[in-house]
């Protein structure tokens, strides 16, 4: 997939990307710290950014690099 130029987001875009970082970070396998909170969120973008914006896409995307990345 390539990456869309980013120009901003709508309330409802930025409603999906805030939904599936919130469900990342509250999943019990998540190690809860500040750093990995941050470099979650800028996952998330990343990802939204690269196309994946439906939020079952986006969620699922998400995950898979989140285990690998925050798993506790």
């Not at 997939?1 to 987001?9: E, V």
């Not at 800028?42 to 990802?47: E, G, N, P």
């Amino acid at each position: 997939m390539q990456a869309q130029p980013f120009t901003g987001m709508m309330p409802s875009q930025f409603a999906i990307v805030q939904l599936v970082f919130d469900e990342i970070v509250q999943a019990p396998w998540f190690q809860d710290t500040q750093e990995a909170r941050e470099d979650c969120s800028v996952m998330v973008l990343q990802q939204y950014r690269r196309g994946h914006s439906e939020q079952d896409d986006l969620l699922r995307e998400c995950i898979a690099i989140a285990r690998q990345r925050y798993a506790a």
